[in-house]
């Protein structure tokens, strides 16, 4: 273990100089915070806070959809098949299956809510196919634009059920208490209210009898990602501070297909809907050659991180000189400014015309298939701590998720969690106090650590790389201090060094490829690698184990 192996154990901040009770505490405003909100709101009073608006988070973004069996001839069992097969040896087959049996329910729940889906022949709705699918099942809204409407019909749905909700409302460390029998519990959480420049107004404590943490991923650890700018893994980080263990982190996924706008594009870039490639889209290189034909039976359906792969190699060949993308050949979709709005205006602000031209596209960082370890019921190691969404590793998407099937998991899960606290609550418990001193690291690290991830720990690894990687984390570690100024910026920038930390040394500990991690000097997978990696926060270090 490094000495600069040093991970801030809470973040710095202003004492509190206020509390409010409540009996649940939401951290995350995405599908599986408002979901669980919404299924415990009748019976519990519960807070949901959130760091930026209601939907800032990565739901609003989502174009894909959500995948659920509604058509008589696919199958509960295909679509279990499928989610395996994509995870690559490393699901729970007993949470997928789960999943699988309540997502036709989900659907049906959101639309009974108001979630005006596209209109069909099946339930009412129109089913479309993606990556890795052997049948017609994700659920699309207005084309592209299915989170925005699942956004939109929880946002309203949760404003009317009388949850209160707190923006600009900074989750910085679990509040720890001691249940009667001596067991570690969670009392609430420490609240940073911010200003609308991200600095810090007040610190308060939210005492709760449960925390729920729906934070999303960490796509913003990378230089590019489809993520938007507030997914940078705060309540992942917040939660392995508490010693809680996360799991699967090396397991990021790059979606294939992210709208290429130059070689100096930082940020959120726009996403090309894998749904594109569905109607009959393909991938081409520089120099005109299919890049999918004979990689994978499914050739451009296959899954992400197969295409991914591809993807990442082709450009490491720049056919015709170009090293940086590929592109992909929607032409021969009829009417697709009427089938994809959203991907026709992105497109066309970069000058392009998707009708008539190529669209170039290059893998960027799109969803994390690992996270915090939890059951589908949200359930933690810790008393009181849930954790919901693409925040918990549940098992349902192993080494690689299954398209579409992210916003299912979030609905399902979500209302698993809020229907089981409204029925029983755990019993609260009296604070601790702790006498660890807060860290932060400056924000202008930010842009370093981008830089080192996406340019080292991509799609394809090598040990040179990792180990370029894990310097540079560790020298920014060793700069953290508590003279910090608190800012919205300066706490997301300690907890993004905390996740890029785990997501190297497990990247450097898994020695093999397995579905969305990819080693230059492992091609395959190895029977000896069939296992889950963990990692936690001990000390002030960041410990993975086996």
């Known amino acids: 273990m490094s000495a600069n192996n040093h991970i801030p154990q809470q973040l710095a901040a202003p004492e509190p100089t206020w509390s409010v009770e409540t009996d649940i505490v939401i951290l995350g405003s995405g599908a599986a915070g408002l979901s669980a909100a919404l299924a415990a709101r009748p019976v519990r009073d519960v807070v949901l806070v959130t760091k930026d608006t209601l939907d800032a988070g990565s739901t609003n973004w989502a174009q894909g959809g959500l995948a659920a069996v509604l058509d008589p001839a696919d199958s509960l069992d295909n679509h279990v098949r499928d989610t395996l097969e994509a995870g690559a040896g490393l699901c729970n087959e007993e949470a997928v299956r789960t999943l699988v049996t309540e997502a036709p329910t989900a659907i049906r729940y959101l639309m009974q809510l108001g979630a005006a889906f596209d209109a069909g022949a099946i339930e009412g709705v129109a089913l479309t196919?993606?990556?890795?699918?052997?049948?017609?099942?994700?659920?699309h809204a207005g084309g592209d634009q299915s989170g925005a409407e699942v956004q939109r019909t929880l946002d309203e749905s949760v404003r009317l059920a009388g949850v209160q909700v707190v923006e600009r409302a900074f989750g910085l460390d679990l509040v720890l208490g001691e249940t009667a029998d001596g067991q570690r519990a969670v009392a609430g959480v420490k609240v940073a209210m911010l200003d609308r420049n991200g600095g810090v107004q007040s610190v308060g404590i939210v005492h709760a009898s449960a925390v729920i943490i729906a934070t999303g991923g960490y796509g913003q650890v990378y230089a590019s990602t489809s993520n938007p700018p507030a997914v940078t893994g705060d309540g992942i980080a917040l939660a392995m501070r508490a010693g809680v263990e996360a799991s699967d982190l090396e397991f990021i996924q790059f979606h294939p297909t992210v709208l290429w706008s130059g070689s100096d594009a930082h940020g959120q870039q726009a996403l090309i809907s894998e749904a594109v490639r569905g109607e009959g889209a393909i991938l081409l290189d520089a120099a005109g050659k299919r890049v999918m034909q004979g990689v994978h039976p499914q050739e451009d359906l296959a899954p992400r991180d197969v295409v991914a792969a591809a993807i990442s190699q082709r450009m490491s060949e720049a056919p015709a000189g170009v090293g940086?993308?590929?592109?992909?050949?929607?032409r021969g979709i009829e009417n697709f400014d009427e089938r994809f709005p959203?991907?026709?205006?992105?497109?066309?602000?970069?000058?392009?015309?998707?009708?008539?031209?190529?669209?170039?596209?290059?893998p960027a960082a799109h969803y994390v298939c690992g996270g915090v370890k939890a059951t589908l019921d949200g359930e933690t190691s810790l008393r009181g701590l849930y954790v919901v969404g693409e925040a918990a590793c549940t098992g349902v998407h192993g080494a690689n998720r299954l398209a579409s099937n992210s916003l299912t998991e979030g609905v399902v899960a979500g209302t698993r969690v809020g229907r089981a606290l409204s029925w029983a609550l755990p019993e609260k418990v009296d604070v601790i106090e702790s006498d660890v001193q807060g860290e932060l690291i400056d924000s202008y690290h930010r842009s370093a650590l981008r830089n080192a991830m996406s340019r080292y720990v991509g799609v394809l690894r090598t040990p040179q790389g990792l180990n370029t990687a894990?310097?540079?984390?560790?020298?920014?570690?060793?700069?953290?201090?508590?003279?910090?100024v608190p800012t919205r910026k300066a706490f997301e920038a300690t907890n993004m060094l905390t996740i890029a930390m785990a997501v190297v040394q497990s990247a450097q500990t898994r020695t093999e490829s397995r579905g969305c991690h990819r080693r230059t000097d492992f091609e395959e997978p190895l029977t000896s690698w069939q296992r889950h990696l963990l990692c936690r926060v001990v000390d002030g270090h960041m410990e993975v184990t086996q």
């Not at 196919?129 to 659920?139: A, N, P």
């Open 129 to 139: 196919r993606e990556g890795g699918h052997s049948h017609r099942r994700i659920v």
């Open 324 to 330: 940086d993308h590929v592109y992909l050949d929607a």
């Open 342 to 362: 959203s991907i026709t205006a992105s497109c066309i602000a970069n000058g392009i015309d998707p009708a008539q031209e190529l669209i170039p596209v290059a």
């Open 470 to 484: 894990s310097t540079i984390l560790s020298t920014l570690a060793a700069n953290s201090s508590p003279t910090v």
